[in-house]
């Protein structure tokens, strides 16, 4: 494997971004490969088996374009799909989960609020991390339907962007919790607004630092860092529309070299799972 070679990051639209920026800082050598699957967003409210068939699929495409390492930048296909990829895939693959146990060392009240999609805030994974916690600490779950799709528009302030979002942290905090998580990659976008609207008392935790932290270890165990010294590009493809794409990351003031359109090679059941009900082709990268 080259260590020039890209790291594939993906999530359902530009949560994984918010990932991406933190890999960047963290490892500025790296080369990477952004898939938003903006054709299957948003992916909180969908079965599993259609986020695990868009995850394999991203994975085969990216594997396919030379990845050498993927980073699963999205709570809801790690909750769906995480052990699947795991199975199917050999290259080193760093999933971002809820950070509850940053989070327990952190409160003070012993309480921590969780803002996720639906999906993640019933999937397995997020019950497990709770379980691994014992009795010591509370986790109050909140599904946040909507926010993806406020970020996914670039409404990032604004009166139904601020009154969703209080909907659902104020009762986090009339229960006590001094402590939230952004357990969705699409909320950090919306950290400026939450911190206004719950106060510096409470403590805002974004996983994505630790993911970047995490990749860096993986990729020194492998001997796959690129090379210091050189600076490798940014590139990002949509299953959507790349013109929209390229305008959420000019809106956001993400620099990218290209950002182009692939369609995904789902493995299997194309017509059940896309949708628009249109069979995929296949695609090369
Ligand atoms: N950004 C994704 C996450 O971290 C999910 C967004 C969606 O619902 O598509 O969960």
């Not at 609020?113 to 639906?118: N, P, R």
């Not at 599904?143 to 979002?165: I, K, Y």
Request: a neutral charge; hydrophobic letters at 45%; proline letters at 8%.
């Amino acid at each position: 494997m080259d260590a020039s070679a890209p790291i594939g990051v993906f999530d359902s639209g530009i949560g994984g971004w918010t990932v991406l920026r933190e890999i960047r800082r963290e490892l500025p050598a790296e080369a990477l490969l952004y898939v938003a699957d903006a054709a299957g967003a948003p992916y909180g409210d969908r079965a599993p088996e259609f986020i695990a068939a868009r995850a394999l699929a991203i994975a085969d495409w990216l594997q396919a374009a030379g990845a050498k390492a993927l980073v699963v930048a999205c709570n809801t296909a790690t909750s769906a799909a995480v052990a699947q990829l795991r199975r199917q895939h050999t290259l080193p693959i760093v999933a971002i989960e809820p950070a509850v146990k940053p989070a327990a060392l952190l409160t003070r009240s012993g309480i921590i609020g969780v803002l996720a999609t639906s999906h993640t805030v019933a999937g397995g994974n997020f019950s497990r991390l709770r379980d691994a916690l014992g009795g010591n600490v509370t986790i109050l779950a909140q599904a946040c339907p909507g926010l993806v799709e406020q970020v996914e528009a670039g409404v990032l302030d604004g009166p139904v962007t601020r009154g969703l979002l209080s909907r659902y942290v104020t009762p986090l905090l009339a229960q006590g919790a001094d402590t939230l998580v952004l357990a969705c990659t699409h909320y950090p976008w919306l950290a400026p607004l939450l911190r206004e609207l719950v106060g510096p008392e409470v403590t805002v935790v974004d996983p994505a630092p630790a993911v970047a932290r995490e990749l860096r270890r993986r990729l020194t165990l492998a001997e796959l860092l690129a090379p210091a010294g050189v600076s490798l590009p940014t590139r990002a493809v949509t299953t959507g529309d790349p013109q929209r794409l390229r305008e959420q990351l000019d809106r956001l003031g993400e620099v990218t070299t290209s950002v182009s359109g692939i369609e995904l090679p789902l493995r299997s059941a194309p017509h059940a799972l896309s949708p628009t009900g249109v069979q995929p082709r296949s695609s090369t990268p």
